[in-house]
C-alpha cells in the first residue's frame, strides 16, 4: 500500500506568528491499493495445442483441464481488472519466475 499526496496545499496566516504557513489538505491524500495474484507461469498463458491430441485422435484430458483452467483464471483476471479499476487500485499477476522460486 503506497500514500500519495496529489499537491494540494493552503496557505494561511498564523496569528500567532503572524507568518505565512503552509498545510497539506488531508482530503487530497490518497492511498494507493495494490491487488496481486500469485500464479504459475503456466497458468497464465493459453494451452499448448500440440498436445490437444491423443494417439487416438482424441482431445487429451490434460489439454481439456488446461483449457478450463485457463478459461477459468482468465475470466478472473478480468474482473479483478474491472473491480481495481474501478477503485483506482493496481492488479498484477506474480509468477514464479519474478519471485524466483525456480
Request: charged fraction near 40%.
Amino acid at each position: 500500500m503506497e500514500v500519495e499526496h496529489s499537491g494540494a496545499r493552503e496557505f494561511f496566516l498564523d496569528p500567532y506568528k503572524e507568518k505565512e504557513r503552509e498545510h497539506v489538505d488531508s482530503k487530497y491524500t490518497k492511498i494507493r491499493f495494490s491487488f496481486e495474484e500469485i500464479k504459475p507461469s503456466k497458468q497464465t498463458k493459453p494451452p499448448n495445442p500440440k498436445r490437444k491430441l491423443t494417439k487416438t485422435g482424441r482431445k487429451s484430458k490434460r489439454y481439456l483441464r488446461e483449457v478450463n483452467m485457463y478459461i477459468l483464471n482468465d475470466a478472473k483476471w478480468k474482473q479483478a481488472i474491472k473491480y481495481c479499476e474501478e477503485r483506482n487500485w493496481n492488479w498484477r499477476i506474480i509468477t514464479e519466475k519474478e519471485i524466483n522460486i525456480y
